[in-house]
């Protein structure tokens, strides 16, 4: 019976410790869950605190500027504006003589801007601390602005004033440098006149030169042969109708065939026929007259010769004493009152043998062959030349007066203007239409100056009105004494312009464009050499 009861009693016992340590393992599982799950809240929650946008303690993460400044209680916001007005206030305090009171501001201004360089080097945000000081002084100090009237409205009103100070002085600093850029256009270098002085010097000691120049009369035949290619240069200037004529010569493909009809004045005369005289050019021909030996050109004829005569005119393009001293600069310009600048429209009597000539200013430099420019069809017109009204600037609105009725009825203000410069000039059709009267009409007409300033090229616009032939832009490049011409159209060129101010033989002369002028002029030549040309 007992060891009945006994092995009765045993799987009790077992069945008891089971239970038992079944319990406390589900007790150690449900407490490590616990455990997990609080750990689990706090670094979660620890993440979360670690994504907030700042904190003071950190110094690995890069601070975000922007995300800075637009925070409401952004301390580093508030100084930056505090700083831009201070900044605006200084000036104004300066200007008023209130030096001090500009200097403890410029003061407070430095240790603003202290503190958010530290921060920014720190890379970390203002705290209110350390900002509190300099937010508070600066504030006394932009307080005490206003006590001297330094607000807003003040502010405004003085930076209007100062804005419309800068603009006076930026027109005046203007008006000087063009005016300074005039004068030195103007300028005959010391060089040039030495050259001029010594030719003169030459024609008059030396009696080869006439010897030599009676000889070559009995090429004159040649100035009226019209089978030839006749070309014409209005100048003063010695050099730079020697390289109009040597660079033809040297581009041309028959320079033989080629005649410069050359004019000048009487003080230039000898100097320019001691020059051309000494020198050759690939056999052109060469003949040089005096406008001065015109009996034709007088003022009974010439109306702008009256014009140009008259005391009031050169009292007007001179002084700029009328109309308010706002007479453009560019008028007092002495080539406007030199008959050397008008003559161009009197070339059928300056050459009354000729049917066609080529006309070409001093400031140009031919690189192509011209002869084609003989055989271009003219369609019945007197003028061929190369349009510019590639731009809106360059149409008759620009050069003429259309306020006045004559202008108005008789010329379309869009129509398109051309350059002189390199022009043809028909000259059998000129005679024909009595273009020259047409000239005259309109300078008449223009005695009082409201119908156009000085100048040849708005009586020019009208008087070959309807009669100007469209030349291919590539005869004829401008642009390269005042702006930047593209290389490709340098390099298509026949003859390049340099019109404007910055004339290659000048010293205010656009560097780029010089060597394609220079290479035509022999500076090795012993005259050069004495007068210092390099």
Request: hydrophobic share 40%.
């Amino acid at each position: 019976m007992r060891r009945r009861n006994s092995d009765f009693r045993r799987p009790v016992r077992r069945r008891f410790s089971n239970v038992f340590w079944l319990t406390v393992c589900g007790l150690a599982i449900l407490l490590l869950i616990i455990l997990l799950s609080r750990e689990t809240r706090d670094s979660s929650s620890r993440l979360v605190y670690t994504k907030r946008p700042y904190r003071h303690d950190r110094s690995g993460d890069g601070l975000n500027i922007t995300e800075e400044m637009l925070r409401p209680e952004s301390m580093a916001r508030q100084l930056n504006d505090q700083i831009s007005l201070a900044k605006a206030i200084v000036v104004i305090a300066k200007e008023s003589n209130n030096l001090q009171f500009a200097w403890e501001l410029s003061a407070q201004i430095r240790n603003s801007q202290m503190l958010l360089s530290n921060a920014a080097s720190r890379r970390s945000p203002l705290t209110n601390r350390e900002s509190e000081n300099a937010i508070r002084d600066m504030a006394l100090l932009l307080y005490q602005a206003q006590q001297f009237h330094y607000d807003s409205a003040t502010m405004f009103m003085r930076l209007k004033a100062k804005i419309q100070s800068l603009e006076e002085q930026m027109n005046s600093f203007s008006e000087k440098s063009s005016k300074y850029g005039q004068i030195a256009a103007e300028e005959v270098p010391k060089s040039l006149y030495c050259l001029g002085v010594r030719l003169t010097a030459e024609w008059f000691r030396s009696s080869n030169l006439e010897r030599k120049l009676k000889e070559e009369k009995q090429v004159a035949a040649k100035l009226v042969d019209t089978g030839l290619y006749h070309f014409c240069v209005f100048s003063d200037n010695i050099l730079a109708t020697s390289v109009v004529v040597n660079s033809t010569a040297m581009n041309s493909k028959n320079p033989d065939m080629v005649v410069f009809h050359l004019v000048t004045d009487e003080v230039n005369y000898a100097a320019m026929k001691a020059w051309f005289t000494m020198n050759s050019f690939r056999g052109v021909t060469v003949d040089v007259q005096k406008f001065e030996d015109f009996s034709w050109l007088n003022a009974s004829y010439v109306p702008v010769l009256k014009q140009l005569q008259d005391s009031d005119t050169q009292n007007y393009y001179f002084s700029g004493n009328h109309d308010n001293s706002r007479t453009p600069i560019k008028f007092r310009n002495p080539k406007y009152l030199s008959m050397l600048n008008h003559l161009r429209f009197y070339i059928p009597e300056v050459f009354p043998a000729l049917k066609k000539v080529v006309f070409l200013d001093d400031d140009v430099v031919v690189q192509k062959d011209l002869s084609a420019l003989f055989s271009i069809d003219m369609n019945g017109n007197v003028n061929g030349a190369v349009e510019t009204c590639m731009e809106t600037f360059h149409r008759y609105h620009k050069y003429l007066n259309y306020s006045h009725p004559l202008i108005r009825q008789h010329f379309d203000p869009d129509a398109c203007g051309w350059a002189f410069g390199m022009n043809v000039f028909d000259l059998v059709e000129w005679r024909k239409r009595n273009v020259t009267g047409i000239y005259h009409y309109w300078q008449e007409k223009n005695v009082d100056r409201t119908l156009w300033k000085l100048g040849t090229l708005p009586p020019g616009l009208l008087t070959f009105y309807g009669l100007t032939e469209a030349l291919n832009p590539s005869w004829h490049v401008l642009g390269l004494g005042y702006t930047n011409v593209d290389s490709k159209l340098i390099e298509k060129g026949a003859v390049l312009h340099y019109n404007g101010n910055s004339k290659p033989w000048l010293k205010i002369g656009i560097e780029k464009y010089k060597p394609l002028w220079e290479k035509y002029v022999d500076y090795g030549h012993p005259l050069l050499q004495l007068c210092n040309f390099h």
